[in-house]
């Protein structure tokens, strides 16, 4: 019956009589709908595309391509329509990528504490006031090396750098005063060699300080005490016990 060929088909894949509602539309189809059932045709574009994959994706960056102009002129255009729309797919952006670095940090502190978990105690002992307290000789001992090396990286370059921001002379004070002090026979370049040293008049280990906030961190480095010494009185100096070590006095 005529009737009957337009309100159902035989499907060209699973070759089952089935109701054309049951096909999709193809306007270039003689009767206007596509040669495979529905459930056929999902499972061949299911296929096509994992078979295929490489071939889509390139056919997606050539028709981009080709249209990115056109595109870009899309996007903008919906985001000058769309302000508020705008605003919250940014923000919703925002927030995955938040909740992703955070995973992420989660994940690697988790993995960073079973690989060694003794030594992932020690850092958060070692991070808190009590350990800080207790440790303060550290601190003092960390804080010397750290204006040592400034002192150093600043005279060996053109301004003043690190540590030694904390007090209050300039590099050609410094340079001025440790030059005026260098010992008969020696040049500055012996300085610069390691063959003198910064000593400090009255002993470091004399004053009593643990912060650059401390007065006596200015007195210990200020520009009065320091002069420049052969390596070898220096250590002759620090061997001397004619003064009372003021860090270990308050212990
Ligand atoms: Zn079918």
């Known amino acids: 019956m005529a009737d009957d060929q337009h309100t159902a088909k035989v499907c060209s894949a699973c070759k089952v009589n089935i109701l054309i509602e049951g096909f999709y539309k193809d306007r270039g189809a003689k009767d206007g709908r596509a040669r495979r059932c529905i459930?056929?045709?999902?499972?061949?574009?299911?296929?096509?595309?994992?078979?295929n994959s490489s071939k889509i994706v390139a056919q997606k960056k050539t028709?981009?391509?080709?249209?990115?102009?056109?595109?870009?002129a899309r996007v903008k255009r919906w985001a000058e329509d769309n302000p508020d729309r705008l605003a919250l797919r940014k923000a919703a952006l925002y927030q995955k990528d938040l909740m992703a670095s955070r995973e992420r940090g989660r994940i690697r502190a988790a993995?960073?504490?079973?690989?060694?978990?003794?030594?992932?105690?020690?850092?958060?002992?070692?991070?808190?006031?009590?350990?800080?307290?207790e440790?303060?000789?550290e601190a003092r001992y960390q804080l010397e090396n750290r204006v040592r090396?400034?002192?150093?990286?600043?005279?060996?370059?053109t301004g003043i750098k690190g540590a030694l921001r904390h007090l209050d002379y300039s590099?050609?004070?410094l340079r001025t005063r440790l030059f005026l002090t260098i010992p008969v026979g020696y040049t500055w370049g012996d300085f610069l060699a390691g063959e003198l040293h910064v000593d400090h008049i009255r002993p470091i280990a004399s004053f009593n300080y643990v912060s650059v906030e401390d007065s006596e961190f200015r007195d210990c480095w200020s520009l009065l005490n320091l002069q420049l010494l052969t390596g070898q009185d220096n250590r002759k100096k620090s061997a001397?016990?004619?003064w009372t070590p003021a860090?270990?006095?308050a212990a």
Not at 39 to 51: M, N, P, S
Not at 63 to 72: C, L, S, T
């Open 111 to 133: 993995a960073w504490r079973a690989a060694d978990i003794d030594h992932a105690k020690s850092v958060v002992r070692r991070n808190s006031m009590a350990w800080r307290e």
């Open 149 to 157: 090396r400034s002192m150093h990286r600043s005279l060996k370059g």
């Open 247 to 249: 860090c270990k006095l």
């Open 39 to 51: 459930v056929c045709q999902k499972a061949h574009l299911r296929t096509y595309r994992a078979v």
């Open 63 to 72: 028709w981009y391509a080709r249209n990115a102009e056109k595109q870009r």
């Open 171 to 173: 590099l050609d004070e």
């Open 240 to 242: 001397r016990l004619d």
């Open 135 to 137: 440790h303060k000789f």
